[in-house]
């Protein structure tokens, strides 16, 4: 399985970006998708995570509320969309392939495939 995040960038606080991770090399249906991101100098945060039916997201109580995952699964493809973003925002975002419970999909290590981050940076 192979996972390619992309739609980092740079915005100012109070904007909005929309991050994108397709998979290939597996069955997407199979797997549920998380979000995380990483901070310099600080440990792999949960963000987000969608099960393969798409149905009620889960969020980390950080970004309830603006943020939105969705898939696609004709695409193969995962989307984060960040609302209101403010600069504690900022760091690298990791999609990754879990087929966890909803209440491992938190944790990091219950996650065994993951892309190669794409920045996400907020100024004030």
């Known amino acids: 399985v192979q996972l390619q995040a992309s739609g980092g960038g740079l915005v100012q606080a109070g904007g909005s970006l929309t991050l994108s991770c397709a998979l290939s090399?597996?069955?997407?249906?199979?797997?549920?998708m998380g979000w995380f991101r990483q901070a310099p100098g600080k440990e792999r945060e949960f963000v987000s995570a969608?099960?393969?039916?798409?149905?009620?997201?889960a969020y980390s109580d950080s970004v309830k509320d603006r943020y939105i995952m969705s898939r696609d699964n004709a695409k193969n493809t995962v989307y984060l969309r960040m609302n209101s973003l403010k600069p504690e925002d900022t760091a690298i975002y990791y999609c990754?392939?879990?087929?966890?419970?909803?209440?491992?999909?938190?944790?990091?290590?219950?996650?065994?495939?993951w892309g190669q981050g794409t920045q996400v940076t907020v100024s004030s």
């Open positions: 990754g392939t879990t087929r966890g419970v909803r209440s491992s999909w938190h944790n990091p290590q219950m996650y065994y495939s």
């Open positions: 090399g597996g069955n997407f249906r199979t797997y549920t």
């Open positions: 969608i099960a393969w039916s798409g149905g009620n997201p």
